[in-house]
């Protein structure tokens, strides 16, 4: 029995694919694993790094990748304006507010 793929909404994919590109801009290649952790950035053996979790939800992963770009920084680098609110709105939101958008929809 083959899972159901989910679709992911275009916008979506692109925001996630924009705040991508800010980290590589600070030097921060993100990497997408599967575990048990929410996910950060760290740096190991001088390689910097934003690692997150692959199981979360899209809206996870963009709200984790929004504030781990806030606790490294923007303030130094150019970022598309609808993306610096992006990260300033999603950096703010907690987690669990996720988990509860999240568990709605799933019902």
């Given at each position: 029995?083959?899972?159901k793929?989910?679709?992911?909404?275009?916008?979506?994919?692109?925001?996630?694919?924009?705040?991508?590109?800010?980290?590589?801009?600070?030097?921060?290649?993100?990497?997408?694993?599967?575990?048990?952790?929410?996910?950060?950035?760290?740096?190991?053996?001088?390689?910097k790094?934003?690692?997150?979790?692959?199981?979360?939800?899209?809206?996870?992963?963009?709200?984790?990748?929004?504030?781990?770009?806030?606790?490294?920084?923007?303030?130094?680098?150019?970022?598309k304006?609808?993306?610096?609110?992006?990260?300033?709105?999603?950096?703010?939101?907690?987690?669990?507010?996720?988990?509860?958008?999240?568990?709605?929809?799933?019902?």
């Amino acid at each position: 029995m083959q899972k159901k793929k989910k679709t992911v909404d275009p916008e979506l994919k692109q925001m996630l694919s924009e705040l991508e590109d800010v980290a590589d801009k600070l030097g921060y290649k993100i990497r997408f694993e599967k575990g048990n952790f929410a996910g950060g950035y760290c740096v190991l053996k001088e390689s910097k790094l934003l690692v997150v979790n692959s199981r979360n939800e899209i809206e996870r992963r963009i709200i984790i990748v929004a504030k781990s770009l806030k606790e490294i920084g923007i303030d130094d680098i150019f970022i598309k304006p609808n993306i610096r609110e992006l990260i300033e709105k999603e950096s703010s939101r907690k987690l669990k507010d996720i988990d509860e958008v999240t568990e709605q929809a799933e019902n």
